[in-house]
């Protein structure tokens, strides 16, 4: 029989690995729940995860490709701007989900014990799945526009493993943050709407004037996003300090976002 | 030894602002004006240095007043908060049944929510699924299984829930007064639930205020009282020290108010109009608010009644009959409470004085009891008013 001994928590501290291990089962259903109410009761059901960024390319095309004419590295606009709103989906999609997911249960939070970090770790599930559907959409149409991004494609599951890892990191703070300061439910949203901006999601890196360029080669996410175009597009690849940037950056990201998590933890049932 | 509890203490941070902080902006400003200041805090004590040991198969109540700390001692046990001092060994899983239901998404289908609620109180899948037929059978909607459980009756959902926590195969389990819900075939169910769990060897923790069901239930006691264990030991000890407490409480209230600044306006007197009543009487209570200069505006009065096992029977709340009061001169009050069948036995009146939060209160400011005979037409055994909190002005029409 396993014995369990409760002591006051100290200030630093990581997860107890083998307690989530033992709430995998948590993990899973959370994560089941969010698909299937996110679907259950709408009319076009799972064509809401490809609508979103199929209309998205569209208006990018049309503002970004037709009037502003901005570069794309010869790539057709459409599908140049679907592939980014991938990348950038699957980082905005778990920062906005995670951020509220603890204030959203806060029943849950003051009424049972169960390893916290579990409710903005599993929203990443139904991150991933729509990621998928609309990935799979994405290849379609590459086949149709005849682009082939050959071997690079592989590196595919590291850029998004990246990406997860990092805005996990920022998910998990900011939902431990929310609990106390509830205004980062109105910053956050905000914030990740000018980083859709001002990273190169719409545009090509080579679009930026000279004197910007700096601001745009210390955005992770811009690393990121070209990678993933690299790999589905074919397009040129990130300089190798961008590669090894992005795996620290992202696990740096992760590791700071559970202390963060952490060191608030411990309070989330007084607070809440 | 199942549980082992040394030198437990909790302590929360209560701020001494007028509004807690809850925005970064607010907080940063704070920091800037006065970087080196700690902030304005007290530490209120909720629990302080609880030592007990509970060996297996026993079903223990915990039982005190409003405030002594039986809630926290329970979610420090389930870890839903950490202690501030002090040492926990837990010699299995513990399950918890704080608040039956919670968890349960009202979109989600009864059976979806069976298996995230299991989860949640910490079942594994293979359990749940072993499981799932006896779950389904005991709360007895198996026929609405694929029904999200917002459209269940609110009898349907408590059971479905409590069926979920009852099924629990933890060696420990802590309940705090669920057994109250659903009708009274379902609790005697659930009441008959909880012993097998003690007589499997398990060992349960249940906090209540219903010294009917603790006696009922309990193979012995802990008695708690601002925030400290006073006594661990047999049922019937710790229910007679725990009712000689309310006694003991209002007397000590009633000196200590002589010496209360009037700042806010103070409930000064609580009296009934009568020592007793008889059951169908309409209850009368007087009381006299003082007044104060320094509180502009008006306040409301809150009075609750409660019985002598700490069962609040009702609340009369001033602003439901549309009563708001000037602050600056004293007021004179009756409270009359109408067509209630009280229960035979003692009541304590709690009295709260409020405007935006609490001003002033009084808890067990005034007791009268109720006499033992009955409105009824007919006399008959005790047990044909031996359930339900109040008794009721009922009749049967029989149609031929």
Redesign the interface.
């Known amino acids: 029989?396993?014995?369990?001994?409760?002591?006051?928590?100290g200030r630093l501290s990581l997860p107890h690995w083998q307690e989530l291990w033992g709430?995998r089962?948590?993990f899973?259903?959370?994560g089941?729940?969010d698909v299937?109410?996110r679907y259950?009761?709408t009319a076009v059901g799972v064509t809401w995860v490809i609508l979103q960024p199929l209309v998205a390319a569209g208006i990018f095309s049309i503002i970004f490709g037709r009037i502003a004419g901005l570069s794309t590295d010869g790539v057709p606009y459409f599908l140049f701007s679907y592939i980014s709103m991938l990348g950038w989906n699957l980082f905005s999609g778990v920062l906005n989900r995670a951020a509220p997911s603890l204030v959203a249960n806060q029943?849950?939070v003051?009424?049972?014990?169960?390893p916290r970090i579990l409710v903005p770790a599993s929203t990443i599930l139904s991150v991933i799945l729509d990621f998928v559907v609309a990935l799979v959409l994405g290849v379609v149409l590459l086949v149709a526009f005849r682009v082939n991004p050959g071997i690079a494609a592989l590196a595919l599951p590291f850029w998004v493993l990246c990406t997860l890892c990092l805005s996990l990191g920022l998910g998990l703070a900011a939902s431990a943050?929310m609990v106390?300061?509830?205004?980062?439910a109105y910053?956050l949203p905000w914030l990740v709407q000018i980083g859709l901006y001002a990273t190169p999601v719409a545009y090509s890196l080579e679009a930026v004037p000279e004197q910007y360029r700096i601001f745009f080669d210390l955005n992770p996410m811009s690393w990121l996003l070209t990678g993933i175009r690299w790999s589905l597009l074919g397009t040129a690849p990130p300089p190798v300090w961008q590669l090894a940037g992005a795996v620290i950056v992202s696990a740096g990201a992760l590791f700071a976002g559970l202390l963060v998590f952490q060191r608030f933890e411990?309070s989330f049932?007084?607070v809440i | 030894m199942a549980i082992r509890a040394a030198g437990l203490s909790k302590s929360y941070r209560i701020a001494h602002r007028a509004a807690p902080v809850t925005r970064v902006t607010e907080a940063v400003a704070q920091r800037l004006r006065h970087p080196f200041r700690r902030g304005d805090y007290e530490d209120f004590t909720a629990l302080s240095d609880v030592s007990f040991e509970i060996p297996w198969g026993e079903a223990v109540g915990i039982v005190g007043r409003n405030g002594a700390g039986k809630s926290t001692l329970l979610k420090l046990l389930t870890r839903i908060t950490a202690p501030t001092a002090g040492r926990i060994e837990l010699s299995g899983r513990m399950g918890s049944l704080l608040e039956v239901g919670t968890g349960f998404h009202p979109e989600l289908t009864g059976r979806e929510n069976i298996f995230l609620n299991g989860a949640l109180l910490g079942m594994r899948r293979n359990e749940i699924r072993r499981r799932f037929d006896e779950i389904v059978d005991f709360s007895g909607v198996e026929r609405f299984l694929d029904t999200p459980v917002k459209r269940y009756s609110s009898g349907m959902y408590v059971r479905l829930a409590f069926s979920v926590a009852a099924h629990l195969d933890t060696e420990l389990l802590a309940i705090d007064e669920v057994l109250a819900v659903g009708d009274a075939e379902f609790q005697r169910k659930s009441l008959a639930k909880m012993r097998d769990v003690a007589n499997d060897g398990r060992t349960v923790l249940y906090v209540s205020h219903q010294m009917q069901t603790v006696e009922s239930l309990c193979t012995s006691a802990i008695f708690l009282q601002h925030g400290t264990l006073q006594l661990q030991g047999g049922v019937s000890d710790v229910i007679e020290r725990y009712r000689g407490s309310y006694e003991e409480y209002a007397a000590r209230e009633t000196q200590a108010r002589k010496g209360l600044s009037d700042d806010v306006p103070r409930i000064l007197e609580v009296v009934p109009t009568s020592q007793t009543f008889s059951v169908d009487d309409d209850k009368l209570v007087d009381i006299r608010i003082g007044p104060t200069d320094d509180f502009i505006g008006t306040y409301f009065v809150s009075a609750h009644l409660t019985d002598a096992n700490g069962n609040v029977v009702g609340q009369c709340d001033s602003r439901l009959v549309g009563r708001y009061l000037d602050a600056d001169r004293e007021q004179r009050l009756r409270l009359s409470i109408r067509h209630l069948w009280m229960k035979p036995g003692r009541y304590s009146i709690d009295v709260f004085v409020c405007a935006s939060g609490i001003l002033d209160s009084w808890e067990g400011s005034a007791t009268f009891d109720i006499l033992p005979s009955l409105p009824y037409p007919e006399l008959t055994s005790p047990e044909a008013t031996g359930h339900g909190a109040v008794l009721l002005d009922f009749d049967y029409e029989v149609h031929a």
């Open positions: 029989m396993s014995k369990v001994v409760i002591t006051p928590p709430a089962e948590v899973l259903r959370f089941q729940r299937l109410l259950r009761q029943a849950l003051s009424k049972v014990f169960f943050i106390r300061y509830r205004d980062v910053v411990r049932a007084d």
